[in-house]
């Protein structure tokens, strides 16, 4: 096909690939892991695989991609794992390792579409986790349902690396704040305006609503903590 029928895919491509290295660099100074730029680089080649498989089956892969670009990140890696028997980070990383990259990077693009966190006791467990969350967080950008990918990106930031909804929107705020600059760098269409307040004001609400239930469960347990401890107290006193 021409590069204008995929116009809309290597955008897509682009952009989520720019976003999560934002989100990356954002969450690596959060944590203090790494340095912000081995972060910013390794969330940008972590989808690389994808544009090998494009050029080795051309049409065969693309065909698992819309042509808009728009899809369920988690959903395509499971298609290719069915058609191909592995997936682009896969391939990515034998591509990252025959170009002789650092192997952190490669243990982190590895990682990156594993559905469970990298566990402590792992190499990197951090950097890799925020290296795979980064992705969920740049499809709050890009996913037809925003609410429901920063649902999922707020799940993740904490199961993943123990980050509550105030760092989550801090670093949302922060990815956004870079979209323009980076729209005009590279030349590509990130996110408009509208949807960059969208994300943003739908983003709030959320974390709003996270943290009010998060505030009601800590009551709930205190005060669960405080019969308990009342009960006790009557027990001994008999």
């Known amino acids: 096909g021409s590069a204008g029928t995929h116009a809309g895919r290597y955008t897509r491509f682009w952009s989520r690939s720019l976003l999560a290295a934002h989100a990356a660099e954002e969450l690596g100074r959060e944590l203090k892991v790494g340095l912000p730029e081995d972060a910013f680089l390794a969330a940008l080649v ?11 089956l051309g049409e065969e892969y693309l065909s698992l991609v819309p042509e808009d670009g728009i899809h369920d990140h988690d959903r395509l890696v499971v298609a ?4 191909f028997g592995t997936d682009h ?4 990383v034998w591509l990252l390792r ?8 490669r243990v982190a693009v590895a990682a990156s579409h594993r559905s469970e966190p990298v566990l402590d006791g792992e190499p990197d467990a951090t950097f890799c986790n925020c290296i795979a969350l980064s992705g969920y967080i740049a499809d709050a950008w890009l996913a037809q349902d925003h ?30 704040a870079r979209i323009p600059e980076a729209s005009e760098l590279y030349g590509i269409a990130i996110a408009d305006e509208p949807t960059r307040a969208a994300v943003l004001e739908e983003a709030a609400e959320l974390l709003l609503l996270h943290s009010l239930r998060t505030a009601e469960e800590a009551r709930k347990n205190l005060r669960k903590a405080e019969r308990l401890e009342a009960h006790t107290r009557a027990v001994e006193e008999q």
Do not use: C, F, K
């Open 80 to 83: 290719e794992r069915a058609r």
């Open 147 to 176: 609410h429901l990918a920063i649902e999922t990106a707020l799940r993740r930031a904490g199961e993943w690396l123990g980050l509550g909804s105030a760092t989550l929107g801090r670093i949302l705020e922060a990815v956004s």
């Open 98 to 105: 025959h170009w002789n990259v650092p192997e952190s990077l």
């Open 89 to 92: 980070a896969e391939v990515g």
């Open 46 to 56: 972590q989808d690389i695989g994808m544009l090998a498989l494009v050029q080795a």
